[in-house]
């Protein structure tokens, strides 16, 4: 099994930035994908940002330009660089791993985007 803990989120202006933490149990490298979803009241969770086979990323269309996704397989953490937020970034962001078939999540943490 893999842990994963959240951390870095809280309440900022729009246009502000935010620097979300993830530290996971065990180390990556093994995972097929790493990445960062959210999920908004009244919405499904949606992928923001991930790295998949041979260390590319995808980042969601919404985000393009604010916001960079990074690792630290060393210190097994999974960063999300947040600039220039909106308020339609609100949401809740979780850290996913996916191992073979298995999908683990953190529990989340909140980000909340004042106009």
């Known amino acids: 099994q893999v842990q994963l803990v959240e951390s870095g989120g809280g309440l900022v202006q729009a246009g502000g930035s935010l620097r979300l933490s993830c530290i996971a149990s065990?180390?990556?490298?093994?995972?097929?994908?790493v990445g960062w979803y959210r999920q908004a009241p009244g919405k499904q969770r949606e992928l923001v940002a991930s790295?998949?086979?041979?260390?590319?990323?995808n980042t969601a269309d919404s985000v393009k330009g604010r916001f960079t996704i990074s690792r630290d397989n060393a210190k097994n953490t999974l960063y999300l660089q947040m600039n220039n937020l909106k308020p339609e970034d609100s949401a809740v962001y979780y850290c996913?791993?996916?191992?073979?078939?298995?999908?683990?999540w953190g529990p989340g943490t909140q980000v909340t985007v004042s106009s």
């Open positions: 790295f998949t086979s041979g260390g590319n990323t």
């Open positions: 065990r180390s990556m490298y093994r995972a097929s994908a």
């Open positions: 996913n791993i996916r191992v073979m078939s298995s999908n683990y």
